[in-house]
């Protein structure tokens, strides 16, 4: 017990830093998370589809061994540009519980692309049991739940760094400088360049690795992100036009009234 209670006073002091960021904030220096220019910022940008990709290899093969992302199919992997012959193939990979059968047991079986992301843990408790108590956020939505987005996703991954001089870290910590409190259970999960081989040849830095995976992240928050502004743009279009013609309008009728 002794071994583990520094663990577990750890995480809960992780969990209540991660949920009070402005009381941390507010005691230190206000954080700065950079902008990494994705290119879907703007009211015209679009998602880099390859990026995306690379980003949803860099979630299966680092983040899925502790993220979950429940609110996802394998089927919606269409939107990142997989075929679905791909995404097919990829789903077998995986087993998922299924059932009862005709004898009222639970099995397992091949995933199928309507089946949701297969959780890394069986239920919470094995969760928690695994991380020291600390239990690992589902990454569906995270981008739309932290403020500064993908930017504070990318900053997050990449900002693991050796503490300051004269700055202690609680055992069973790691230092963030973009971390709310600069104390994060977590540790760095991607921390060395050429952790991942891209398929398509690109150069897997930390960097590089930390943006397409943020890529990812925020499609998977937010797929129906250019959708959504493309209406928005034809809808401005639209109303301008309209308005132009009902001035035009307005002043043929009261042309001829002084």
Not at 45 to 72: I, N, P, W
Not at 228 to 235: F, S, Y
Request: hydrophobic content about 45%; aromatic content about 10%.
């Amino acid at each position: 017990m002794r071994r583990v209670f520094p663990a577990l006073k750890a995480a809960a002091v992780a969990a209540v830093i991660a949920l009070t960021p402005a009381a941390s904030q507010a005691a230190g220096e206000a954080i700065h998370v950079p902008d990494t220019k994705f290119s879907f910022d703007g009211i015209f940008g679009t998602f880099d589809r390859a990026s995306a990709q690379r980003g949803f290899q860099v979630y299966k093969e680092v983040c899925s061994a502790c993220h979950s992302m429940r609110q996802l199919s394998y089927r919606h992997l269409t939107g990142i540009g997989l075929t679905a012959a791909q995404i097919e193939a990829l789903a077998s990979q995986f087993q998922v519980q299924d059932g009862p059968n005709d004898n009222g047991e639970m099995f397992e079986r091949p995933a199928r692309p309507s089946d949701r992301f297969r959780r890394p843990f069986a239920n919470d408790a094995a969760a928690r049991a695994a991380n020291n108590g600390a239990l690992p956020p589902d990454l569906s939505v995270m981008v739309k739940a932290r403020e500064g987005g993908a930017d504070y996703m990318h900053a997050l991954l990449t900002g693991y760094a050796d503490p300051p001089e004269g700055v202690s870290v609680m055992e069973g910590m790691y230092y963030n400088k973009y971390f709310p409190g600069h104390q994060i259970a977590m540790a760095p999960p991607i921390n060395s360049d050429g952790q991942v081989t891209y398929a398509d040849g690109t150069t897997a830095t930390i960097d590089q690795m930390s943006k397409d995976v943020s890529t990812f992240l925020a499609w998977a928050a937010e797929p129906e992100l250019e959708q959504r502004r493309a209406m928005g743009v034809r809808m401005i279009i639209f109303l301008s036009i309209l308005g132009a013609l009902v001035y035009a309008v307005k002043r043929k009728i009261w042309a001829d009234v002084h």
